[in-house]
């Protein structure tokens, strides 16, 4: 079995994990990078797996991988990550089987996933987030559908709206639950460093032919795939008004999604702290914003895992994080104290315009109640609001109580596609604090992994060979 | 990479070598299994993080399409037609 001593192991390969790779590496610890990705780059980097870069975005990306290789980062592609333990010892599987690695230290670039609440139907194929839809363009070359529905809230879906229009498959329909413009244009008044962007990405919303504010989808429509699409008005206190609701036939494909999510399986797996915050994207793990140390020693995290902010804050908390595990292990070069005080500036700066603008872009208050008694909750397990609601109203409390009583989040995913909405479903039913009902904790396997390779890896682990 | 040929339920289909087979997939139709209860199910989170793409490769049930590059030959198995659902 393959394993791996290192200074330094880097999880993610986004811009986060391989700004961290990179800075830790030029200042002279060995370091090694894991990703689940086909290619390194993450969700904003993604690099065409058949032609290459093929975007300003993706070129970018490219020169990104290729400095962390420069610096003499090993990137191991397609592993993911299934175990981890005190100690530094991680363990991770790909095509050729387990590999596993001992780490002095650790930096969580784990990254974000699409923000998913439940309505009536969107289990249907067809329907999907629009990060899918975007990974469908840039790596399959595929369009979502010929008559696309985007919508959901944030600046993400105009991003996503550029990408399909990049394929020749810009969406016909683009809803947003927002209304507000004027506190964008002040946002950006204080930013001017970041209108050309606004500007680009608001002019791909433009090119949509039918693009509605105030608005959410409330239904899914379809025998064995999308085929039309509820909508209802929304107001800016999360009321969705079903009264005035309209049908909208023709709909193949419905791409929908409330921001993001950060994935902090990792994270909570080795104990780190977590704290809630919705316009971040809920539970995120805390990260000293001097050092991305995290509340465990030798764990730094930085990027999504660390609060949904964007790409700019990645790179900053990443090329942070790998600096001060490095120094962290005795490798510092002079002026890296002067490149650290830096980073943590323009981290504050970059990080209070994400998290601002993830402020103007919250999912509706009652988003997660769209969903209805019949309504599909944990889609893993196929367990309803309704028995969620029954199992809540029995007595039991909270994520991990609805959990036990129902099996919501007791699947395949863990529950990283429910979480959300369950945590909100218990909050909304039980009157406390959407904090208050906590998230799925993660169980090893983080990912599926065969059987025979676990058994490799823990007995190798078993055998004390390098503690 | 290049055109390659892989089986979706036996039928041959012409495919981009290296590209997700979730893509390809999706494009073949958007159902790409059925559910104990015999729902529909396709591509929804695209990243490997909701296993709802599930389909059997070469014989090993239950991979995630969105996760996995073509390769040439590749056998595909959907258990949308009567196959065993997952």
Known sequence: MRRIETDILVVGGGPAGLSAATSAAGAGARVDLVDAGAAPGGQYWMQDPVAGATTTQSAEGSAAIAAARAAGVAIHSGAEVWAAFPGGEIMAHDAEGPVVFQARSIVVASGAQDRVYPFPGWTLPGVMTPGAGQRLAKLG?????????????????????????????????????????????????????????????????????NWRRGHVVTEALGEDRVEAIRIAPVDDAGTVDTARSERIDGIDALLVGWGFRPMIELTALLRCRHAYDRALGGWYCVASPATGLTSVEGVYAAGEVTGIAGSRPARLSGALAGLSAAAGLGFASPGNEERRKRL?????????????????????????????????????ENVTRGEIAAALAEGTRAVAGAKMWTRAGMGRCQGRVCGSAVAEIAASLGGTEIAAAGFNPPRIPLRPVPLPAVLEATRAAGTGETH | MSEVTIFVDGEPVPAEAGRPLGALMHRLGPAMRRTEEGAPRGLFCGMGVCFDCLVTIDGVADRRACMTPIRDGMRVETGLAGGTPS
């Open chain 1, 344 to 380: 943590v500036r323009a981290l504050a700066s970059a990080r209070s315009f994400g998290h601002e603008l993830g402020r103007l872009a919250p999912p509706p208050a009652g988003i997660a109640d769209l969903a209805n008694d019949d309504t599909i909750v944990c889609r893993c």
């Open chain 1, 141 to 209: 070359k595929t369009a979502p559908g010929k008559r696309i529905a985007l919508a959901g809230n944030g600046p993400f879906l105009y991003a996503v709206a550029a990408t399909l229009a990049s394929i020749d498959a810009t969406p016909k329909l683009l809803l947003e639950s927002g209304k507000a413009r004027a506190p964008m244009l002040g946002l950006l008044a204080r930013h001017p460093a970041r209108i050309a962007e606004a500007v680009s990405l608001l002019a791909a919303a433009r090119a949509v032919p």
